[in-house]
T-cell receptor, first 114, second 113 residues
Framework: DAGITQSPRHKVTETGTPVTLRCHQT?????MYWYRQDPGHGLRLIHY???????DKGEVSDGYSVSRSKTEDFLLTLESATSSQTSVYFC?????????????FGSGTRLTVV | AQSVTQLGSHVSVSEGALVLLRCNYS??????LFWYVQYPNQGLQLLLK??????LVKGINGFEAEFKKSETSFHLTKPSAHMSDAAEYFC???????????FGTGTLLAVQP
C-alpha cells in the first residue's frame, strides 16, 4: 500500500528465537498499529504507538514488544517465538486515534514458527 | 466496550446475484463504521465508511452500505456480484472508550459462475 511498507513479507523461524518485524511509513502519521490476523478471529490489535517512544498494549500483547524511535518506523518483536504466534501480521497507520479516515494497512508479513 | 459481529463466515452467491454481507455493532457512542476488503495474499483496502451525515454510503466497486442506528447495523450490499468480488470482507468500528479500530471476524465471499 502506498506510504506504508512491511518487511520481511515472509519469514520462517524456529521456536524460541527472537524475531523482529518492521513497519515503515512515509505519511508522517502520528499513530501506528500492529495487528495479527488469524482465521476465525479477524484482526486483533497487538500494540500501538501514539508518537515517538509512546506505545501501549492492545488486546493480544503477551509475548510481543514494540519500539518506535522515529516517526516513520514501528518495530514489532517476538521475544521468544512460539508456534501460537504463527500468523499474518499487519501494520497500520492513522492520522488520529479515532480518525474518521480509518486506518491504512500494509501488505502484511506472513510469519511461520516451526 | 465496542464489538462487531459479522453474521456468516462464508457466503456464496452466483455471478449477477445480490450480495448482502451483514454487520452489527455495539457502541456506547455514535461510531465511525468501515468495511474493508482483503483479496488473497494482500492487505486490507478501505471499501467504504460512515462517519456522519447521509446514512447510505457508497464505496468502490459498486458496493454500498446503510447505517441503521435503530438496528445497530451496517450491512454491505452490491446489486450484482462479479467474479472479481471474491474476497474476504471485514466490518470495523471505531468510537467509545478505546477509540481504536475494532474488527469483526470477517466474511469470505465466494462468487460462483
Amino acid at each position: 500500500d502506498a506510504g506504508i511498507t512491511q518487511s520481511p513479507r515472509h519469514k520462517v523461524t524456529e521456536t524460541g528465537t527472537p524475531v523482529t518485524l518492521r513497519c515503515h511509513q512515509t505519511e508522517n502519521h502520528r499513530y501506528m498499529y500492529w495487528y495479527r490476523q488469524d482465521p476465525g478471529h479477524g484482526l486483533r490489535l497487538i500494540h500501538y504507538s501514539y508518537g515517538v517512544k509512546d506505545t501501549d498494549k492492545g488486546e493480544v500483547s503477551d509475548g510481543y514488544s514494540v519500539s518506535r524511535s522515529k516517526t516513520e518506523d514501528f518495530l514489532l518483536t517476538l521475544e521468544s517465538a512460539t508456534s501460537s504466534q504463527t500468523s499474518v501480521y499487519f501494520c497500520a497507520i492513522s492520522k488520529g486515534q479515532g480518525s474518521p479516515d480509518g486506518y491504512t494497512f500494509g501488505s502484511g508479513t506472513r510469519l511461520t514458527v516451526v | 466496550a465496542q464489538s462487531v459481529t459479522q453474521l456468516g463466515s462464508h457466503v456464496s452467491v452466483s455471478e449477477g446475484a445480490l450480495v448482502l454481507l451483514r454487520c452489527n455493532y455495539s457502541s456506547s457512542v455514535p461510531p465511525y463504521l468501515f468495511w474493508y476488503v482483503q483479496y488473497p495474499n494482500q492487505g486490507l483496502q478501505l471499501l467504504l465508511k460512515y462517519t456522519t451525515g447521509a446514512t447510505l454510503v457508497k464505496g468502490i466497486n459498486g458496493f454500498e452500505a446503510e447505517f441503521k442506528k435503530s438496528e445497530t447495523s451496517f450491512h454491505l450490499t452490491k446489486p450484482s456480484a462479479h467474479m472479481s468480488d471474491a474476497a474476504e470482507y471485514f466490518c470495523a468500528v471505531v468510537g467509545g472508550a478505546t477509540n481504536k479500530l475494532i474488527f469483526g471476524t470477517g466474511t469470505l465471499l465466494a462468487v460462483q459462475p
